[in-house]
C-alpha cells in the first residue's frame, strides 16, 4: 500500500470516515460514455466512495 502524501487528521463534519477527497474533474456518466465509445462492450459499475470498476474483454 501507498501512503498519501497528505494524510487527513480529523474529519470535516465530526462524524464519517476520514479520508482524501478532492472534486471530480470527470462525472460518471462522462466516464462511462467514454468507456463505451473507446471500448465497445464494456461495462461499469459504481464501487464506494465514487469508485468505480470498468470491465472490457478485447475481441479475439
Same mark, same amino acid.
Given at each position: 500500500?501507498?501512503?498519501? /502524501?497528505? /494524510?487527513? @487528521?480529523?474529519?470535516?463534519? !465530526? !462524524? ?10 470527470? &462525472? %460518471? &456518466?462522462?466516464?462511462? !460514455? ?5 471500448? /465497445? !462492450? ?6 464506494? %466512495? %465514487?469508485?468505480? &470498476?470498468?470491465?472490457? @474483454?478485447?475481441?479475439?
Amino acid at each position: 500500500m501507498i501512503r498519501h /502524501p497528505r /494524510p487527513v @487528521t480529523q474529519s470535516v463534519d !465530526g !462524524g464519517g470516515p476520514v479520508m482524501p477527497m478532492r472534486d471530480a474533474a470527470e &462525472t %460518471f &456518466t462522462e466516464i462511462s !460514455g467514454v468507456a463505451r465509445r473507446v471500448l /465497445p !462492450g464494456a461495462s461499469i459499475r459504481r464501487r464506494l %466512495f %465514487f469508485r468505480y &470498476t470498468l470491465e472490457w @474483454t478485447s475481441p479475439a
